[in-house]
């Protein structure tokens, strides 16, 4: 079945970055455009960035462009987020699926901005 491993959050200061991982499984990963998630604490999940199936599109939110940025290693089944700048409103748990699926969310890895 689809499965979705996000992995590299952690505690950041203000400023600091952080690389996520994201490895898939259960589908033809180099087929499908991927998407990164966050969810807020109190707050709803929304999208954070896309990526088409071979890399060469990216989408951001307007407040992230130039902070993050998406990749993906079609080989390796594996989309990357990577966050720089970090800010204490980037704190959240960040999730990654395919892009306007309903696939099931994965655990997602805690992303913490704190001083």
């Known amino acids: 079945q689809v499965q979705f491993v996000e992995s590299g959050g952690g505690l950041v200061q203000p400023g600091g970055s952080l690389r996520l991982s994201c490895e898939a499984s259960g589908f033809t990963f180099s087929n499908y455009a991927m998407s990164w998630h966050r969810q807020a604490p109190g707050k709803g999940r929304e999208l954070v960035a896309s990526?088409?199936?071979?890399?060469?599109?990216?989408t951001y939110i307007d407040s992230l462009k130039g902070r993050f940025t998406i990749s993906r290693d079609n080989a390796k089944n594996t989309t990357y987020l990577q966050m720089n700048s970090l800010k204490p409103d980037d704190t959240a748990v960040y999730y990654c699926k395919r892009t306007r699926y309903s696939d099931s969310w994965g655990q997602g890895t805690q992303v913490t901005v704190s001083s």
């Open positions: 990526i088409g199936s071979t890399g060469r599109s990216t």
